[in-house]
């Protein structure tokens, strides 16, 4: 059973006023396209005060199995937005998962995950679970430092305020006052009749307006009460004042212009205004004219109308390129705000914040490095190995008093440069499995990912994580099923409580369907990560490799989901044998498989170590002819060196692309009677058929040099070896009958390196670890070079490297 409850939040969103004018245009009142038997909305009391908010709980919620419908998604839209006067949202926009500069309501419980047709929303105070709590807005999206939640405050966990959490930085110094925006701060409160009075003047007045005057009027009455600000919005006499505004913005001064600015956002007007674009160009015209602090304050001005501005931005970067030492510590910090949430950075400006970070290092707040953190990893701009080393120094030193919010920010930018920081992660897994019941999903999602990234697997924090999901699984969106599932798989590791763990998670794909079909990406990601694990489901396999689907994928997705496509359906073939849904047509299927070959091809024929292993066994073995570097499992993404063995445990020259024609054919003679003839007796006493042989092999002996020295030479090798080899293959000769009979053994040779296991141990990722299961399926044996191994010895004699390549391919194979 869900039971859903309106919340009532204070401040505004996307420019729009408070709730109560949300409150009071939604209840009773059908959305569009609604029945009642879809959705019935009752309202006995629904309290005004703003610290107030109503607790939304779902009720066994793993029990509950239906299918999200379409419309229940807009439906939830259509309830977290609110739009000025005529504006509405256009259908098929993103929602603020994906959305870009204009921020959202505060998100209540991922309202568009649990909406269904076939549920009843109500409000009636019969029934249970009805909870009010007067927490502030900012306790209940974050954890002040030191802090834990109880668990009676557990609905407050999934609140999350995209816009305004990452604002909290603003609260820390006083500095900040000076270039951000600050709602609480307007010009004197404005009865209604005073701003009746003001709209009068400007329409009988127009023609006589100084632009002074304008402008003070747009100030006073942004202090109307909220619950007029639509009605403002929508009159005739504002929309004068608006056109009288662009008519006189030329003879606006700076802290005119920005006076206007903070009017429009107070007031809540839409981000899609027509009015704004003409201020935009003004402002850009204006950069060079103003301060870093007026810069900072219009750039923050701009993010509040939700609004995005990359010309201003772009010019306003260019001044920065001047004027970046200029910066102080608190314009820094806000800055990289700026920028990560305009997600624009260039990133010849982004090395030279990076330079004023360490500056200020030590006297950056930790919340402030949780800050630099998100900002840097929105705007996808690296921070270098030293600074991630001192960030992670930074917050080692106080772990326990950094905030759950701060501490996931700057995991992402541990994921982001791939930098292992050693300290920094133990503790982090001292203090993470207390926190995570007390994290909303998509913190732990952010947590769990960032673990997998770095292929760090704590099984205190993997458990906890496990164990907290799936009570709590109906608040996921899409994206956290995605990368939870992901990162459990790619770490390949099983929970204590794995059946109910995969179980919930799989029935909640089931549910966020039309969402998965939104974003196709995350069902693939779904869907790898169980296969990593061993858990098919075939009904949803059946559905992602369907025409429709995977057309859907190629078509809707801003990413290339070919290699995803390609390695499901590819594992599907190998491990659900009794599978007989949808498979990729050949087509794609070839273009899978040429994709990610080159790809490997590429990756290893530019690691000497690898070079070195296969010159070296290509001598052991007798020659090209008897190894061959492909990829045996295409969809695995990884190259093998494979070798065949007849029931002699000898080596078979398998690989034809690396014999002549010449000699293939005599791979295929047979003894039969000859004829001697004169002419044959005459060649055999006079020796020309020797000549010949030998001009022959002298003839591929030298191509076959000519193809060595244009070829790369392995680290550690030498002409020397080069001609060594030149002459064992000469001395091998043409390959025995035996080559045509089919091998006793099949061995997949792989060198491995540090990035295929977890961090720190020698425990396969998923990804590999599947590779080798299913090479076993198919009767491979797998030979491990493995790189703790292989690299020490590149320092040793070609002796020592040929007698360890020896016995592991001689030996694995008895």
Known sequence: ???????????????????????????????????????VLTAKTISTDTRTTATLKLLKPLGY????????????????????????????????????????????????????????????????????????????????????????????????????????????????????????????????????????????????????????????????PAEQHPVLLSSTSFALLCQLSVKNIQFFDVPELISILKAFVSLGIPHSHSVLGVYEIRFCSKVWEMSLDQLLLVADLWRNLGRRVPRFLKIFFSYLNLHWKDLSLSQLIHLIYIIGESRQAPQDLMQKLESLILKYIDLINLEEVGTICLGFFKSSSNLSEYVMRRIGDLACADMQHLSSYALVNILKMFRFTHVDHGNFMKQFGQIAPQRIPFLGVQGVMHLTLACSALRILDEGI???????????????????????????????????????????????????????????????????????????????????????????????????????????????????????????????????????????????????????????????????????????????????????????????????????????????????????????????????????????????????????????????TSLCNVADRLGAMEMAGPCPPACTQAPQVKLAIQLTNKNQYCYGSRDLLGLHNMKRRQLNRLGYRVVEVSHWEWLPLLKRTRLEKLMFLHEKVFTSAL
């Open 462 to 716: 993997m458990n906890a994580v496990a164990a907290s999901l799936p009570p709590r699984v109906a608040y996921c969106r899409s994206k956290d099923v995605a990368k939870i599932l992901w990162s459990f798989g790619t770490l390949n590791y099983k929970p204590p409580n794995t059946e109910e763990f995969y179980s919930s998670l799989i029935n909640e794909i089931h549910r966020k369907m039309p969402e998965f079909s939104r974003y196709p990406e995350h069902l693939l990601t779904c869907l790898l990560g169980l296969a990593f694990s061993e858990y098919f489901p075939l009904e949803l396999i059946n559905f992602a490799l369907s025409p429709g689907f995977v057309k859907l994928a190629q078509e809707r997705s801003k990413f290339e989901l070919t290699k995803e496509l390609y390695t499901l359906d590819g594992t599907v073939g190998i491990e659900c044998l009794d599978y007989r849904g949808n498979r990729l047509s050949a087509h794609l299927q070839q273009e899978g498989s040429e994709m990610l070959w080159n790809l490997a091809r590429k990756d290893m024929c530019s690691k000497p170590e690898f070079l070195e292993a296969l010159f070296l066994l290509e001598n052991m073995l007798g020659g090209p002819q008897y190894i061959k570097h492909h990829m045996i499992l295409p969809h695995t993404r990884s190259s093998d060196l494979e070798v065949q063995l007849d029931v002699n445990m000898k080596p078979l020259p398998f690989n034809k692309e690396a014999i002549p024609i010449k000699d293939e054919a005599k791979l295929r003679l047979k003894h039969v009677g000859v004829s001697i003839t004169d002419d044959l007796m005459n060649q055999l006493l006079k020796g020309k058929s020797r000549e010949c042989f030998q001009g022959e092999i002298a003839s591929e002996t030298e191509q076959r040099k000519r193809e060595l020295e244009n070829a790369p030479i392995p680290s550690g």
């Open 1 to 39: 059973m869900a039971l859903a409850i309106c919340r009532r939040f204070p401040g505004s969103f996307c420019g729009t006023p408070p709730c109560p004018a949300l409150i009071k245009h939604h209840v009773n009142k059908k959305l569009p396209g609604q029945t009642c038997k879809d959705c």
């Open 65 to 224: 199995r239906a299918f999200c419908s379409p419309f229940a998604y807009s439906t939830a839209q259509s309830v977290t937005y609110w739009n000025v006067g005529s504006y509405t949202q256009p259908r098929g926009q993103e929602p603020p998962e994906h959305s870009g500069f204009c921020h959202p309501a505060k998100k209540v419980e991922n309202i568009h995950s649990i909406s269904s047709s076939q549920r009843i929303l109500t409000t009636s105070s019969t029934f249970p679970g009805l909870e009010f709590s007067r927490t502030s807005a900012s306790k209940a999206s974050t954890l002040k430092p030191g802090s834990h939640r109880a668990a009676g405050v557990e609905d407050n966990i999934e609140i999350f305020d995209s816009f305004e959490d990452p604002r909290g930085f603003l609260q820390l110094r006083p500095e900040y006052q000076l270039h951000s925006y600050n709602r609480s701060e307007t010009c004197q409160p404005l009865s209604v009749s005073e701003g009746e009075l003001i709209l009068h003047k400007v329409t009988v007045h127009q023609d006589n307006l100084q632009p002074q005057v304008i402008a003070d009027y747009f100030c006073k009455l942004s202090s109307l």
